[in-house]
Each structure stands twice: as structure tokens, then as C-alpha cells.
């Protein structure tokens, strides 16, 4: 879950998982920018897909358009404000939940703060790498000249 996020974003390692083929990946509009050194993503493209929330006593289906990006990190997709838009969910953050409405109630979608601090070690670790690797480019243009 992501409030900032104007997208909702898919990691193409997570369609490949799920056995989606590429050539469904549409065109996309525009880049947009990341959070790691602000640098500008450019998508491989947008693909629509049902995401469901609940079980299958209470559960509600969306189509929801997902941004298919190239770059790693340590979750599989980003729920952005066009998914909690499309299912009037409200999240909270404080307690790692989020709820919306559903033909047979209310639905709580819920996480772990154990899951949540290994996604965001596991984040704060990838943009070292990716720091340290572009620190080295700098590096090894300057030592060339």
C-alpha cells in the first residue's frame, strides 16, 4: 500500500511468477519517477488485471491497471490511489490494514509489522546497491578520463 503513489505498480519478475504473458503488456503514456535517488522509471508498459480482496464467503473483484516495471525491490506490486479509488478502501497505517466495502460487509485486508520491516530492510539494502553501483560508474567514467 502506497498513498503517495498516483500508480499502481507491478514488478515484471511478479508477471512472469504468475505465468501472465508479456505480450499482453500494452503501451504505457509517460515515465514517471521512483523514490530511490529520484531517478525516472520507464515502464515496460500497463497490463489490466482482476485483483481480488476477501474469501470466498465475502470478497469483491476489481479491474485494476497496473505499471510493469523492470527495476527489483522487495515486493511483488504497489497499490497505489487508483486501487483504493476503484475499491473505496481506506488503509491505515498505523496498524497495517485496509478495509472496504463489499456485498456482504466490510472486508480488513492486514499485514505483519515483522513482513513489513523485512520489505523495508530489503529496500533500504537494494538502493545501497544501487548507490554504490552507480557511485562506482561515476568512479570508473572519472579514472578513465
Do not use: W
Not at 504473458?21 to 488485471?49: E, M, N, W, Y
Not at 486501487?83 to 463489499?102: D, E, G, H, Q, W
Not at 520491516?117 to 544501487?130: F, K, N, S
Amino acid at each position: 500500500m502506497d498513498r503517495s503513489s498516483g500508480l499502481n505498480i507491478m514488478h515484471a519478475e511478479t508477471q512472469d511468477a504468475m505465468g501472465i504473458d508479456r505480450s499482453r503488456i500494452r503501451p504505457s503514456r509517460a515515465p514517471f519517477h521512483i523514490t530511490v535517488l529520484g531517478k525516472q522509471a520507464i515502464p515496460l508498459g500497463q497490463i489490466d488485471l482482476p485483483v481480488t480482496f476477501g474469501d470466498p464467503t465475502n470478497y469483491r473483484t476489481e479491474t485494476l491497471t497496473f505499471e510493469v516495471v523492470r527495476f527489483h525491490r522487495s515486493f511483488h506490486a504497489i497499490l497505489g490511489r487508483p486501487c483504493y479509488v476503484k475499491f473505496i478502501a481506506i488503509p491505515n497505517y498505523t496498524y497495517l490494514k485496509l478495509r472496504m466495502s463489499s456485498p456482504h460487509g466490510v472486508i480488513t485486508i492486514s499485514s505483519s509489522f515483522q513482513r513489513a520491516y523485512q520489505c523495508e530492510v530489503e529496500t533500504y539494502e537494494i538502493a545501497l546497491a544501487v548507490v554504490a553501483s552507480e557511485e562506482l560508474i561515476v568512479i570508473q567514467e572519472e579514472t578513465a578520463e
